[in-house]
């Protein structure tokens, strides 16, 4: 193995560490927002609750682009690293590492947007619920059984919006597998 060739796997490794700590930091960012309490009846049966609710969406929101800010650093970085490692190779294995390490970057950028798009989904969905709500508060009671509407195109837009809700937590959580499934590969892979 040339030597170039271990540190890509250094480098390869040391970004995964960073970006396993980007995620990490993401994730403790969302639980402090307590995105569990977001549409939970105790929280929008009440004005203030429903204002406290669209309060962490716009948290969550600035957490989002802090998060694409720092996962631009991070692909920025680590592909001017490997660019550098990839320079030191000798120049017939240069078009094999290259091709595989664009691969890898153009997967991660996508699996990204995706994750982008879904979490956007997800907060555009879970802020017109709370307007919703908050515009229907006379005509609408909260029960154990959930929230009844008085109009029903109202609590059609509502089962819409749940929908909207639903598809895009499980666009994220298939993003989540397949990262971890090729990470663990990866992992692997690199010893």
């Not at 660019?83 to 970057?105: D, F, G, H, N």
């Amino acid at each position: 193995m040339h030597p170039a060739e271990a540190e890509l796997v250094n480098v390869a490794r040391r970004f995964a560490a960073v970006g396993a700590q980007v995620a990490q930091t993401f994730e403790q960012g969302q639980r402090q927002l307590r995105l569990d309490l977001l549409l939970s009846q105790e929280r929008l049966c009440t004005a203030e609750g429903a204002q406290t609710s669209l309060a962490a969406l716009e948290q969550l929101r600035h957490l989002v682009a802090a998060h694409k800010q720092a996962f631009s650093k991070f692909v920025t970085e680590s592909s001017a690293q490997f660019a550098a490692v990839l320079a030191q190779l000798p120049p017939e294995l240069q078009p094999e590492k290259q091709a595989a390490i664009t691969a890898s970057l153009n997967r991660q950028l996508q699996a990204q947007a995706e994750f982008y798009r879904a979490r956007e989904q997800w907060m555009e969905a879970a802020e017109a619920i709370c307007r919703l709500i908050d515009s229907r508060r006379a005509s609408c009671t909260f029960s154990d059984g959930g929230i009844d509407f008085a109009a029903d195109e109202d609590l059609l837009r509502f089962q819409e919006l749940l929908l909207k809700i639903e598809a895009a937590h499980q666009s994220e959580v298939a993003g989540l597998q397949q990262r971890m499934f090729r990470l663990t590969s990866s992992l692997t892979l690199l010893g």
